[in-house]
């Protein structure tokens, strides 16, 4: 199965700064076609996740320009610029590459 | 506007069964496979496996191949994970997911599996 490793377990961010969170792979995750199958989420607390990152770099429908994501084929990075209250929660990454899918173990994000 | 619906909460007994539900609306049903997602308490997420509306098709983690049932009803658009034998390591709460990019995400039920 493949493991991703999201580093660090937490961070604490000033309103407005930026932020940024590692999510590294055990195997590349870019496919056959050419797409990095690497994909973030992010789970406000008490709520399901949504879908914020797909195919590595592509921000997903509704969600601000203040979040951008890119890689290689094993190491990504997260950031988020300008850092809001409402960015709290737990962000994981996960691959969409193989089955078995996997997640990371998430990073959660708090305010100062 | 796209949403699923889960069924409510549930508490078993352990070595019992419980069957969830996930009701699709605001897109075509059998267009978008259905994965199903475990989270247990403050820990991270767990890919159960996915069904396919349309075909009927299934592909589940080898963890739960056991233990998980997934099928839908396409005449109600719904989507059905059945946990059997359940333990207290069961507890979680579960999620359905649409397609590959699980893009929307059911509101999560709860099962709790105590005697």
């Known amino acids: 199965d493949i493991v991703l490793t999201q580093a660090p377990l937490s961070v604490s961010v000033t309103p407005g700064e930026s932020a940024s969170i590692s999510c590294r792979s055990s195997k590349s995750l870019l496919s056959s076609k050419g797409i990095t199958s690497l994909y973030w989420y992010l789970q406000r607390p008490g709520k399901s996740p949504q879908l914020l990152i797909y195919?590595?770099?592509n921000l997903a429908s509704g969600v601000p320009d203040r979040f951008s994501s890119s890689g290689s084929e094993t190491d990504f990075t997260l950031k988020i610029s300008k850092v809001e209250t409402e960015d709290v929660g737990v962000y994981y990454c996960?691959?969409?590459?193989?089955?078995?899918?996997?997640f990371g173990s998430g990073t959660k994000l708090e305010i100062k | 506007q796209v949403k699923l619906l889960q069924s409510g909460a549930a508490l078993v007994k352990p070595g019992d069964s419980v069957k969830m539900s996930c009701k699709a609306s605001g897109y075509t049903f059998t267009d978008y496979i259905i994965h199903w997602v475990k989270q247990s308490h403050g820990k991270s997420l767990e890919w159960i496996g996915y069904i396919n509306p349309y075909s009927g098709g299934t592909n589940y983690n080898e963890k739960f191949k056991s233990k998980a049932t997934l099928t839908v009803d396409k005449s109600s658009s719904t989507a059905y994970m059945e946990f059997s034998r359940l333990t207290s390591e069961d507890s979680a709460i579960y999620y359905c997911?649409?397609?590959?990019?699980?893009?929307?995400w059911g509101q999560g039920v709860m099962v709790t599996v105590s005697s």
């Open positions: 195919q590595m770099s």
């Open positions: 996960g691959h969409r590459l193989e089955y078995p899918l996997t």
């Open positions: 997911a649409r397609s590959n990019f699980f893009d929307y």
